[in-house]
């Protein structure tokens, strides 16, 4: 005659949840690195195959590819689960928004003149191409920016139908925005024929992108996002980068007239993302003296990277 098995105790179905979620933690780290050990593979061959057709196009991948990185590493702290206030905030896109600027003007602007003038124009006729291809360049991303749904850190839902797309998709939208004008102005830059001046652009962008991957995270976690996916979302921010700086190159190598129209298209796109979302926003709460302070900071320091390796 069989009785009722006894009901487990509270400590008992403590450990098995305890065991539970260990294995589950570790079926993660396991997937997690299985995926990571793929992707390094498929890296190292793509990065083979276009060192093979064109070292530029090897290079725009390597640079895309430590940008990306730094991104992820901004993330860390929020992993750590630390907090920041929001001066410091304000003082990190501030500084973001000054890097951005310096590399615009001495790593974008200043070479398509250059280029514009070596290909027979006179200085009239570079400084025309020049602000054409900017105001094309930002006209694309604002044309971009209307058409696809997409969520800006504060100001919210922008765009048709944007309501039918889950909040998560929205931040990857806008960030993907963000970041796209960054990995074309890399491949741009590497498909050119300054190496030393794509990579100082490609150092002074991944310095940019430590902070920019910290505050991407951070106004996740601000929203209401859980910690991992506001980590997983700050690292996807940096994915489009490589990218985006292999197609920038591989525009460049069909043709050298083209390379003073994509260094000032690049450089109007990202003078259109600093006013249109890093420098409103870090005024936003009050924080005036910081950001400007971090601005001034970011330009400097992008400014002596340039002028130390270009």
Same mark, same amino acid.
């Given at each position: 005659?069989?009785?009722?098995?006894?009901?487990?105790?509270?400590?008992?179905?403590?450990? +098995?949840?305890?065991? %539970?979620?260990?294995?589950?933690?570790?079926?993660? #780290?396991?997937?997690?690195? $299985?995926?990571?050990?793929?992707?390094?593979?498929?890296?190292?061959?793509?990065?083979?195959? =276009?060192?093979?057709?064109?070292?530029?196009?090897?290079?725009?991948?390597l640079g895309g590819l430590f940008?990306?990185?730094? %991104?992820?590493?901004?993330?860390?702290?929020?992993?750590?689960?630390?907090?920041?206030?929001?001066?410091?905030? /304000?003082?990190?896109?501030?500084?973001?928004?000054?890097? &951005?600027?310096?590399?615009?003007?001495?790593? !974008?602007?200043?070479?398509?003149?250059?280029?514009?003038?070596?290909?027979?124009?006179?200085?009239?006729?570079?400084?025309?191409?020049?602000?054409?291809?900017? *105001?094309?360049?930002?006209?694309?991303?604002? #044309?971009?920016?209307? !058409?696809?749904?997409?969520?800006?850190?504060?100001?919210?839902?922008?765009?048709?139908?944007?309501?039918?797309?889950?909040?998560?998709?929205?931040? $990857?939208?806008?960030?993907?925005?963000?970041? &796209?004008?960054?990995?074309?102005?890399?491949?741009?830059?590497?498909?050119?024929? /300054?190496?030393?001046?794509?990579?100082?652009?490609?150092?002074?962008?991944? @310095?940019?992108?430590?902070? +920019?991957? !910290?505050?991407?995270?951070?106004?996740?976690?601000?929203?209401?996002?859980?910690?991992?996916?506001?980590? *997983?979302?700050?690292?996807?921010?940096?994915?489009?980068?490589?990218?985006?700086?292999? =197609?920038?190159?591989?525009? &460049?190598? @069909?043709?050298?007239?083209?390379?003073?129209?994509?260094?000032?298209?690049?450089?109007g796109a990202m003078l259109c993302?600093?006013?249109?979302? @890093?420098?409103? +926003?870090?005024?936003?709460?009050?924080? +005036? !003296?910081?950001?400007?302070?971090? *601005?001034m900071l970011g330009f400097v %320091?992008? &400014? *002596?990277?340039? %002028?130390?390796?270009?």
């Open positions: 005659m069989g009785g009722a098995s006894p009901p487990s105790s509270p400590r008992t179905a403590s450990v +098995e949840s305890g065991g %539970t979620r260990t294995a589950r933690l570790v079926r993660q #780290v396991l997937g997690v690195g $299985v995926c990571g050990v793929g992707a390094v593979v498929l890296l190292r061959d793509l990065y083979l195959w =276009l060192g093979l057709r064109d070292p530029r196009m090897a290079g725009a991948l940008a990306a990185g730094a %991104t992820a590493l901004g993330t860390l702290p929020v992993a750590l689960s630390q907090n920041f206030s929001r001066r410091a905030y /304000d003082a990190m896109l501030g500084f973001g928004a000054g890097v &951005m600027l310096a590399a615009t003007s001495f790593s !974008l602007v200043v070479p398509a003149l250059r280029a514009a003038r070596e290909q027979g124009a006179s200085n009239w006729g570079a400084g025309g191409i020049v602000s054409a291809a900017m *105001l094309l360049g930002a006209a694309f991303l604002l #044309v971009i920016d209307r !058409l696809v749904p997409h969520e800006h850190f504060i100001k919210g839902h922008e765009g048709p139908s944007a309501r039918a797309l889950k909040r998560a998709w929205l931040f $990857v939208f806008a960030i993907t925005l963000h970041n &796209m004008p960054e990995g074309l102005a890399i491949g741009v830059a590497f498909g050119g024929s /300054d190496a030393l001046g794509a990579r100082a652009l490609a150092t002074g962008i991944s @310095i940019q992108d430590v902070p +920019e991957g !910290l505050v991407v995270a951070l106004a996740l976690r601000s929203v209401g996002y859980g910690r991992s996916l506001s980590v *997983l979302l700050g690292i996807a921010s940096g994915v489009v980068e490589p990218v985006f700086a292999v =197609l920038g190159a591989a525009v &460049m190598t @069909i043709s050298v007239q083209l390379l003073p129209w994509g260094l000032a298209g690049a450089a993302v600093i006013s249109h979302e @890093i420098i409103p +926003e870090s005024h936003r709460q009050g924080s +005036e !003296l910081y950001a400007t302070t971090g *601005l %320091t992008m &400014m *002596l990277l340039d %002028t130390a390796l270009g």
